[in-house]
């Protein structure tokens, strides 16, 4: 069983509720919706803010948090081979497809966003860097569960919050075990308005030396440009360059 600290679990959870707010929050505000008094939410803020993680504004008095913990966060991103090897090729595919390209890794349940390759179009995807989703709804997450083992994926399952965001969500597993069987066959995913209406994303995997997921790449667009008709050439395109990303990575697979 873990061991949590209290005074470290709410401060993370100050953390947590003031990254939803770009303008931030007053420490009534704070004090309520994290449910503790207002003395105790003081005295953690004073040493987030000493810490460098949180900032105070001097006119408004609201708190928001600093760039410290993207500064963290990249520090770990940065020595990832995928992200260096994947450059040059991401930035290739997005000029040949001209639609927004994502690169992912896993974390737990989730998918995490750690690069993004914006085309010139007029409708874009509100996605960035650092973003999380869940494995079960996205292409990316898809692409990933498709080639891990059934017992760890039957793991992740049932460790997730298993929703139905849109009428395609699948949320049954057996169903959901048939789509990756598809997946795994055919080499690519597709979220067909599963995580989000009127968006669809084709993803592939990305493997390592080893021959394990190391992440996965992905095209998105609107369903008024990204077709069912372009799923095909999308795919083939994603494979390519997945493959190449993978090879990179020492693939021999």
Same mark, same amino acid.
């Given at each position: 069983?873990?061991?949590?600290?209290?005074?470290?679990?709410?401060?993370?959870?100050?953390? @947590?509720?003031?990254?939803?707010?770009?303008?931030?929050?007053?420490?009534?505000?704070?004090?309520?919706?994290?449910?503790?008094?207002?003395?105790?939410?003081?005295?953690?803020?004073?040493?987030?803010?000493?810490?460098?993680?949180?900032?105070?504004?001097?006119?408004?008095?609201?708190?928001?948090?600093?760039?410290?913990?993207?500064?963290?966060?990249?520090?770990?991103? @940065?020595?990832?081979?995928?992200?260096?090897?994947?450059?040059?090729?991401?930035?290739?595919?997005?000029?040949?497809?001209?639609?927004?390209?994502?690169?992912?890794?896993?974390?737990?349940?989730?998918?995490?966003?750690?690069?993004?390759? @914006?085309?010139?179009?007029?409708?874009?995807?509100?996605?960035?860097?650092?973003?999380?989703?869940?494995?079960?709804?996205?292409?990316?997450?898809?692409?990933?569960? &498709?080639?891990?083992?059934?017992?760890?994926?039957?793991?992740?399952?049932?460790?997730?919050?298993?929703?139905?965001?849109?009428?395609?969500?699948?949320?049954?597993?057996?169903?959901?075990?048939?789509?990756?069987?598809?997946?795994?066959?055919?080499?690519? &995913? =597709?979220?067909?308005?599963?995580?989000?209406?009127?968006?669809?994303?084709?993803? &592939?995997?990305?493997?390592?030396?080893?021959? =394990?997921?190391?992440? &996965?790449?992905?095209?998105?667009?609107?369903?008024?440009?990204?077709?069912?008709?372009?799923?095909?050439?999308?795919? =083939?395109?994603?494979?390519?360059?997945?493959?190449?990303?993978?090879?990179?990575?020492?693939?021999?697979?």
């Amino acid at each position: 069983m873990i061991d949590v600290v209290q005074s470290v679990d709410r401060a993370l959870s100050i953390l @947590e509720l003031i990254s939803n707010y770009n303008e931030g929050l007053g420490i009534t505000e704070i004090s309520e919706k994290v449910e503790l008094h207002k003395s105790t939410v003081h005295r953690l803020l004073g040493t987030l803010i000493y810490k460098g993680f949180v900032e105070q504004d001097l006119i408004t008095n609201k708190y928001m948090i600093s760039l410290k913990l993207y500064e963290l966060g990249t520090k770990r991103i @940065e020595d990832l081979d995928i992200l260096k090897i994947s450059k040059p090729y991401t930035k290739e595919l997005m000029e040949e497809l001209n639609e927004v390209v994502h690169l992912v890794i896993r974390d737990e349940n989730d998918i995490v966003y750690i690069d993004k390759v @914006e085309a010139d179009n007029t409708i874009r995807m509100a996605s960035t860097i650092g973003r999380r989703s869940p494995l079960y709804c996205t292409s990316v997450g898809k692409a990933i569960l &498709a080639f891990m083992d059934d017992e760890e994926v039957e793991e992740i399952w049932k460790n997730s919050n298993i929703q139905k965001l849109t009428e395609n969500t699948i949320t049954g597993f057996e169903e959901f075990k048939k789509e990756l069987s598809k997946i795994k066959e055919q080499g690519y &995913a =597709e979220d067909d308005e599963e995580n989000e209406l009127g968006v669809r994303c084709i993803g &592939a995997p990305v493997f390592n030396h080893n021959g =394990e997921v190391e992440g &996965a790449i992905s095209i998105s667009g609107p369903t008024i440009r990204v077709t069912k008709e372009k799923v095909g050439e999308v795919a =083939e395109a994603l494979k390519k360059y997945s493959s190449m990303i993978s090879k990179g990575l020492g693939y021999r697979g």
